[in-house]
């Protein structure tokens, strides 16, 4: 029997028989609130995609370099649009959603006031204006002994650093501060009333003792942060509030319709690809890339290269390297460098499948091209805010789609980086499943295969973290007596593609290449961080 610690501090069982869904309902809502919109995903009991609907967020605000905001009340606005979509586009009614789970982007800092008003944007997961607070926690602790309070070094991605960073930069909004929560954690507020968290979300605040799941007495105090500021732990799996009337007219879901914790965006999407057991490993690509492998204890890297996390199945923990900037690559360079008349007086980005497509043309190397996708810093393995991207080896041969090929050979490199960190820890890597855009692309595909040396696989239903929520909330009604036996019921594998011999050798001589770009731009990102003063938010 699976034993796992509580929110009150209990042991609890997690194989208890099999409760009975209420009043026969068997369907399963999960909410992904995402950096660029929210999805909502309706999932029947055999786990097929039943409707789904999605709304785009504001695009995020980053007033200076490396600043990154949103306002936390749009994330509710497209929650109620996505939700109201979904329940529309399936003729699902409201009295046959059995339970719902949330995920979410990560680190965010919401900071709500005594009124449950909102004090300011939250600062979003990939801002990086925090490093004179890691540099105080740094000195504070000692890296070496945060890592042994927390399993993680002092990032500038993390929530603690942010809170900081509003407590000395903005004291009036920090005196109004009541409660603090993570992204999705603020939209389960706002529908069910209830403050809450999950670990594996909770574990990327820098806040969390992630080896006995619970807030770290010794980290809060030291940093001086009340524990009254942080919402209620619990498992991803747990009933942790409900649908309130409030929350049931917003949405059109049925008031008193149970809700559990759900998990962290990559906890989620974990999850939904059925990485459960050690030996199962995703390499998924969003905004950022994220390899991510379970583990049974929680497996530390001495660096702080890599994530250590709770999983979002009780008893379980995760390892997790981040590229900062991973589809965000892609993005930037289409946003920026390939747009084409769209017929109506404008021009309009080219599509991520027209950019794949050309990139096909290049072959595997990319004649030399190499992209390091440092746009947003990054952390794995570099954990350095201050890193900078770069195209290099260019020259008038080259084409649009020599350029593309490298940029996504590069996030695949970057991802690689992980692996190579994951098999000094002996982390075992038995399959390699993969999520995102990276998995949509059959050129992609196959680069990853390439150069990570190992044969890739793609599941039936590849539908991201709101696919896992929903998995989660399976298990919190009762369909699945664990997360375990969830996944083996609904997640199923669609294409395997083994990596080319060729191609793989070319690439892997690149990436020893690649690997000698970082320590170059330091050098030269360090000289003009020294030519070039840049302006603070103080100056």
């Given amino acids: ?104 982007q990560m680190h965010g800092a919401v900071l709500l006031d005594a009124q449950d008003e909102v004090v300011r944007p939250a600062l979003i997961w990939c801002d990086q204006r925090t490093e004179p607070q890691v540099e105080q926690l740094s000195d504070l602790f000692g890296v070496d002994r945060l890592i042994q309070l927390t399993c993680n070094p002092p990032l500038t991605n993390f929530t603690l650093t942010k809170l900081l960073w509003v407590r000395e930069n903005e004291p009036r909004n920090w005196e109004r501060v009541a409660h603090v929560m993570l992204p999705k954690d603020y939209v389960r507020f706002q529908l069910t009333g209830e403050r809450a968290i999950d670990m594996a979300d909770a574990s990327g605040t820098l806040l969390l003792d992630v080896a006995q799941r619970r807030w770290s007495g010794e980290v809060l105090s030291r940093a001086g942060i009340d524990r009254h500021l942080l919402p209620s732990l619990f498992e991803s799996p747990e009933i942790c509030g409900r649908v309130s009337t409030i929350g049931a007219a917003a949405t059109g879901l049925e008031a008193g319709t149970r809700v559990i ?66 589809g965000l690559s892609l993005r930037w360079f289409r946003d920026q460098f390939a747009r084409e008349n769209s017929g109506k007086g404008g021009c309009e980005p080219v599509s991520y499948e027209r950019l794949c497509e050309e990139a096909a043309a290049a072959p595997a190397g990319s004649d030399g ?68 855009g990276g998995a949509r692309s059959p050129l992609w595909r196959q680069i990853q295969a390439d150069v990570y040396g190992h044969a890739v696989e793609v599941v039936q239903a590849e539908e991201g ?18 997360v375990d036996e969830a996944c083996e019921a609904v997640v199923k594998t669609a294409l395997m593609i083994p990596p080319d011999a060729a191609n793989a050798a070319i690439l892997d001589q690149a990436y020893r290449t690649y690997r000698r770009i970082y320590p170059a731009l330091c050098d030269i990102s360090g000289r003009m961080r020294t030519d070039y003063a840049v302006p603070t938010a103080l100056s």
């Fill in 261 to 326: 914790a759900g998990a962290g965006d990559q906890a989620a999407g974990a999850v939904g690809m059925g990485i459960a057991r050690p030996g199962m490993v995703s390499a998924t690509i969003g905004t950022s890339g994220v390899v991510f492998a379970a583990t049974d204890s929680p497996t530390l890297d001495p660096k702080g290269r890599i994530h250590t996390f709770c999983h979002a199945i009780p008893g379980r923990w995760h390892v997790m390297g981040v590229t900062q900037a991973a």
């Fill in 1 to 104: 029997m699976k034993m796992t610690h509580g929110t009150d501090g209990l042991w609890r069982d997690w194989a208890l028989p099999r409760p009975a869904l209420n009043g026969g309902r068997i369907k399963f809502l999960g909410i992904d609130i995402g950096t660029g919109g929210t999805r909502a995903l309706i999932m029947d009991e055999h786990g097929r995609l039943v409707a789904s609907g999605t709304e785009e967020h504001a695009a995020f605000a980053s007033p200076l370099v490396g600043w990154a905001e949103q306002d936390p009340r749009d994330w509710w606005r497209a929650c109620k649009v996505a939700i109201k979509a979904a329940l529309d586009a399936s003729g699902t009614r409201r009295d046959e959603i059995a339970c719902i789970g949330f995920s979410g």
């Fill in 465 to 482: 973290a709101a696919y896992g929520a929903s998995i989660l909330a399976g298990v919190g009604a009762g369909a699945w007596r664990s």
């Fill in 369 to 436: 091209v190499l992209w390091a996708p440092y746009l947003m810093g990054e952390r794995t393995p570099h954990c350095d805010p201050n890193a900078r991207a770069a195209l290099i080896g260019l020259s008038a041969t080259h084409t649009r789609a020599h350029v593309i090929r490298a940029i996504l050979e590069g996030i695949a490199f970057s991802l690689r980086d992980s692996f190579t960190i994951f098999r000094k820890m002996k982390v075992p890597i038995e399959r390699i499943r993969l999520g995102g």
